[in-house]
């Protein structure tokens, strides 16, 4: 069974800086591509950042600058380091794996940003 559990959320200050991880159990992420969603209160759910098998990296318009997704297939794991965090970033924030095998989520991570 596939597992991806997000972890590293949590409450910080407008201006600070968090590193969302996304640990991946049950099937190898080498040949898939690795994404990061969020979704606010009372919005849809939102595309964030994605990094390719190869690795080719796309952020959305506005966390470019801020925010930088990576993996690491050696652990399993897919990352996302946000800086310059701003209010308007409150969110949960969801970890996705998608490839021939499937396209699979994680139950998400709070992230709060207060001014």
């Known amino acids: 069974q596939v597992q991806l559990m997000e972890s590293g959320g949590g409450s910080v200050q407008a201006g600070g800086s968090l590193r969302l991880s996304c640990a991946v159990s049950?099937?190898?992420?080498?040949?898939?591509?690795m994404g990061w969603y969020r979704q606010a209160p009372g919005k849809q759910r939102e595309w964030v950042a994605t990094?390719?098998?190869?690795?080719?990296?796309f952020h959305a318009d506005s966390v470019k600058g801020r925010f930088t997704i990576s993996r690491d297939n050696a652990k399993n794991t897919a990352y996302l380091q946000m800086n310059s965090l701003r209010p308007e970033d409150t969110a949960v924030y969801y970890c996705?794996?998608?490839?021939?095998?499937?396209?699979?989520w994680g139950q998400g991570t709070q992230v709060t940003v207060s001014s």
């Open positions: 990094v390719t098998s190869i690795p080719t990296t």
């Open positions: 996705n794996m998608r490839g021939i095998t499937g396209d699979y």
């Open positions: 049950g099937r190898s992420i080498s040949g898939s591509n």
